[in-house]
């Protein structure tokens, strides 16, 4: 979905890096040998066994030894339970895919004096989060370094007021980034009053509202936000992204607006040119017809350190110029999924 590496090229450079993967990184090569693949016969992306993101809270997913992380990147912890982690050798091909596609879908017209807002922990406050990490980034090389506004659990609503208004009377526009919790509790706070961003700037929004006592759907959320900063709703843009991989899909309804990529409507994300997003059957794991809800099994050619291919229990739909996300699976883990963990841990650490 979205502009790929052309068919066979993507196919080759995803199976020659599960080759390397099954030799080097226990997970994969035990999930390979329960499903009886010989890695010197994969020919396509789709014959990689799908490593589940459940697996990366139970055991190292990795082609390196632990003393060769230069950062490990845990989920959240915000649900009772292991947290998930991805140790990387090197933090450069995730920087440079997340700033090369972060520019493409958030700042496509790279608007002078962009001045960076964002809404969640810093990384001083969360040095293992992915999120933070790159935002950092986006904050470094799109705009002015940025000022962070939730820190501590606490959001300065009076500090991120004074730094919009004074982006406006600078007449620089904003990127804020935030998660979309900080932007329900901004929006309580706020009471149904405005907080009018200048002209020209966007939101990135991510992240769901897993183990928090209060959700906001997504459509809603998009709604409100557009009329508290009054801003075009294409303006705000959900980012999709997890711990378990190293690249992310991004809204294209900005792209589009701004004249500089085709016209999807609002909710259709696209993948980088790296990256596959396909719907899969919970319980088979084999592709649905174009149309159908499954869940997302990912190949991401950025994976390199850990598993190029990762099966997600997040339902998804295929539509024209990418895919919507439809919220997470509920109930257990699907059957396809829970026999991908039993073969992986069957073998020991």
């Known amino acids: 979905m979205g502009g790929e590496i052309a068919g066979e090229l993507f196919d080759e450079l995803a199976c020659e890096i599960a080759r390397f993967q099954a030799a080097r990184c226990g997970a994969v090569g ?30 190292r997913v990795a082609a390196h030894e632990a003393s060769a992380d230069e950062v490990v990147f845990r989920t959240s912890g915000t649900t009772v339970g292991a947290r998930g982690s991805h140790g990387l050798r090197t933090t450069a091909t995730y920087r440079a895919g997340a700033l090369r596609f972060g520019e493409q879908m958030l700042v496509p ?8 807002l964002l809404l969640m922990p810093p990384p001083s406050e969360a040095p293992d989060s992915s999120l933070g990490f790159m935002c950092a980034d986006f904050a470094r090389h799109f705009a002015d370094g940025g000022r962070w506004f939730l820190g501590g659990g606490r959001l300065d609503r009076p500090g991120l007021a004074a730094a919009i208004e004074e982006a406006r009377r600078a007449g620089a526009p904003v990127l804020l ?32 509202f897993k183990g928090r006592t209060r959700e906001v759907a997504a459509d809603e959320l998009r ?18 992204g997890m711990t378990e991989l190293s690249s992310q899909c991004y809204e294209g309804a900005l792209r589009g607006a701004l004249g500089l990529g085709p016209s999807l409507p609002e909710g259709v994300l696209v993948a980088p040119p790296w990256m596959r997003v396909s719907p899969v059957d919970p319980v088979t794991l084999e592709p ?17 350190d850990s598993a190029v291919a ?11 110029g990418g895919f919507v996300l439809l919220g997470r699976l509920p109930g257990a883990p699907p059957r396809g999924c829970s026999l991908a963990v039993e073969e992986i841990l069957r073998g020991g650490p």
């Open 30 to 59: 035990r999930l390979m040998r329960a499903r009886g693949v010989d890695p010197g016969e994969l020919r396509e992306a789709a014959w990689i066994p799908a490593v589940p993101t459940d697996v990366f809270k139970l055991t």
């Open 109 to 116: 017209d790279r608007p002078r004096g962009l001045r960076a």
């Open 177 to 208: 980034l935030a998660t979309s919790f900080a932007l329900v509790y901004l929006l309580d706070e706020l009471a149904g009053a405005a907080l009018p961003l200048p002209p020209g700037s966007r939101v990135m929004q991510t992240g769901g």
């Open 223 to 240: 709604r409100s936000l557009a009329g508290a900063f009054e801003l075009d709703p294409r303006a705000i843009v959900s980012e999709y």
């Open 288 to 304: 649905v017809k174009r149309g159908e809800v499954g869940i997302a099994r990912i190949v991401d050619l950025a994976n390199v």
């Open 310 to 320: 990762v099966q997600t229990q997040d339902q998804v739909r295929e539509v024209e």
